[in-house]
């Protein structure tokens, strides 16, 4: 499946989740190693910001800080604004400044969508939502999941896999796999 109907796929489930947060869930822990669910929504906004500069070819923008902006407010545009970036013509045969190395535009925007789906885990884990992305999508984000992540494995982008339970559906055995518990 191409990176753009990943992103298609992922879309409705992720802003799903972000969409039923409420306020007094920021606070709350994540399986994201030590991000609270306000930590993990600033991570994937800076992120998103920075990626869609990436694939525009240009500096990133600079951003509010944390601290100043509501993040369920600027979660849906900036996401969107890193669609756009990734969908623009011509944007996934770029080469991408990626924090891991140069990329080329199709490889990181499968990573991109793995991101997006284990962070969205993270999110609807922390919050006791429900979170069913399809399984075809699940399975193309591990096969990504299991090209790119070893080589950045250093405890804190990506912990050593957890040895899922042997019941653990397809979407649990992915975020053992990029460490969370």
Request: charged share 20%; aromatic share 6%.
């Amino acid at each position: 499946m191409d990176p753009i109907t990943q992103l298609e796929q992922l879309g409705p489930h992720l802003g799903g989740v972000v969409g039923r947060l409420t306020p007094d869930q920021l606070d709350a822990p994540t399986p994201c190693a030590e991000l609270t669910v306000e930590g993990v929504l600033d991570h994937m906004i800076a992120g998103a910001t920075a990626f869609a500069a990436a694939y525009r070819g240009e500096a990133p923008a600079e951003t509010d800080e944390p601290a100043e902006r509501d993040p369920l407010a600027a979660f849906g545009p900036a996401l969107g604004d890193l669609v756009a970036a990734i969908t623009a013509p011509g944007a996934l045969d770029r080469t991408i400044a990626t924090p891991f190395g140069e990329l080329d535009g199709t490889t990181f925007a499968r990573y991109v969508v793995l991101d997006g789906l284990v962070h969205g885990w993270d999110l609807a884990t922390a919050t006791g939502q429900p979170y069913a992305p399809p399984d075809e999508l699940v399975a193309e984000a591990d096969a990504c999941a299991r090209q790119l992540i070893e080589p950045l494995r250093d405890g804190r982008t990506f912990a050593a896999a957890v040895e899922p339970a042997a019941d653990a559906p397809p979407l649990e055995r992915l975020a053992n796999f990029t460490g969370r518990r």
